[in-house]
């Protein structure tokens, strides 16, 4: 059974720019949900989705956006990149009703 | 605020030491807790969760044990293996419409052979 599959796995971009990041979650797993990793702030939720709904949003600004597809794969877009939103961004997905989240290897993204 | 927090941020031992990695939680409304270990160039992987109706819980080579009077929970790992090696980090949940995880800022274990 294939895990969670995160594209790309590394990224870099130039301060301004707009970036998507792609999630497909463990086949039958409908609640994705994004979190942003550094180094000074840990693992830090960015937002969860079922059935294509956006059930939980975390405390970033608005530049941070998400969606999720019918077939529960989840995309998320930061505009307007800063330097400080470079991180690794873990998608991570779970069975409807579990609070048990299977995570994805992340996506490295560099801002320059 | 809730938060999840570490007590000991890196941890050596030796190869067949038992290992215990701390983790106070403030958020009394947690009822979920889950242990990720995470090696490096990879995401959390799950390695054991517990509710708050339990106060311990095992698994394989693994103990979690949970202290709901004093907000505390730890990861007990039996004769630690260089494989052990990584980060791992405590998250709580508490339920209801909530369906975020709270992490806490994790502890490097490092076994030494």
């Known amino acids: 059974k294939a895990g969670v599959t995160q594209t790309p796995r590394y990224l870099i971009k130039t301060r301004g720019q707009q970036v998507t990041l792609s999630c497909s979650p463990i086949?039958?797993?409908?609640?994705v949900s994004w979190y942003q990793q550094t180094p000074g702030q840990g693992l830090q939720f960015l937002f969860e989705y079922f059935s294509e709904t956006q059930r939980n949003k975390g405390n970033f600004p608005g530049r941070f956006s998400g969606r999720q597809f019918s077939n529960s794969r989840s995309e998320m877009n930061v505009s307007t990149l800063e330097l400080g939103d470079s991180a690794l961004y873990l998608c991570a997905s779970s069975l409807a009703g579990s609070r048990s989240y299977t995570f994805g290897s992340g996506t490295r993204l560099t801002v320059v | 605020g809730e938060s999840v927090g570490l007590h000991l941020p890196t941890l050596s031992v030796q190869e067949g030491d038992n290992s215990i990695i701390n983790c106070a939680y403030s958020n009394s409304a947690s009822d979920y807790f889950i242990w990720y270990k995470q090696e490096s160039g990879k995401g959390p992987q799950f390695i054991i969760d517990i509710r708050s109706n339990m106060d311990k819980r095992q698994g394989q080579r693994v103990t979690v044990l949970l202290n709901k009077t004093v907000k505390h929970l730890s990861l007990q790992i039996a004769a630690t293996q260089p494989g052990d090696s990584a980060v791992y980090f405590c998250?709580?949940?508490?339920?209801?419409?909530?369906?975020?995880?709270?992490f806490g800022k994790g502890t490097l274990l490092t076994v030494n052979p």
């Open positions: 998250a709580e949940n508490s339920g209801g419409s909530n369906y975020k995880l709270t």
């Open positions: 086949s039958g797993h409908r609640s």
